[in-house]
C-alpha cells in the first residue's frame, strides 16, 4: 500500500487548502480512510476518518470547517479545510485501515502517507 499526500503550504488564517492523497490500488479496497495530524510537541492526533461505506467522523475542534471526500475514480482521498486556524499547523497525515483475520482474531492494518506541512499564519 503506497500513499501520496500533497496540497500543505503556508495560508493566512481564515483561509482555505484542500489536500490530497492518492493511494495504490482500489479505493474500494480499504475499509477506512482518514487524515490525522501532528503538531510539534504534541501527539498526533484523528481530524477525520470515513469508512467503507461513507459514513464520517471528525475531531471537535474540526467540525464544521473540514471535509473528508473520496474520488473512486482516481483513488484519492481529499480533505478541504476552511476557516484555518493558526492551531490547525501541524504536519498533516493521510492513512488507510485494512482488517485482516487470522483465526478467531481480527487485526487493524494501518499504512501511512508522509505528511504534507500545512502552516497557517495569524
Known amino acids: 500500500v503506497q500513499l501520496q499526500a500533497s496540497g500543505g503550504g503556508l495560508v493566512q488564517a481564515g483561509g482555505s487548502l484542500r489536500l490530497s492523497c492518492a493511494t495504490s490500488?482500489?479505493?474500494?479496497?480499504?475499509?477506512?480512510l482518514g487524515w490525522y495530524r501532528q503538531a510539534p510537541g504534541k501527539e498526533r492526533e484523528m481530524v477525520a476518518v470515513?469508512?467503507?461505506?461513507?459514513?464520517?467522523n471528525y475531531a471537535d475542534s474540526v467540525k464544521g470547517r473540514f471535509a473528508i471526500s473520496r474520488d473512486n475514480a482516481k483513488n484519492t482521498v481529499y480533505l478541504q479545510m476552511n476557516s484555518l486556524k493558526p492551531e490547525d499547523t501541524a504536519v498533516y497525515y493521510c492513512?488507510?485501515?485494512?482488517?485482516?483475520?487470522?483465526?478467531?482474531?481480527?487485526?487493524?492494518?494501518?499504512?501511512w502517507g508522509q505528511g504534507t506541512q500545512v502552516t497557517v499564519s495569524s
Open positions: 492513512s488507510v485501515r485494512l482488517w485482516t483475520s487470522k483465526g478467531w482474531n481480527r487485526y487493524a492494518n494501518d499504512y
Open positions: 490500488g482500489s479505493i474500494f479496497s480499504y475499509d477506512a
Open positions: 470515513m469508512s467503507s461505506g461513507g459514513s464520517t
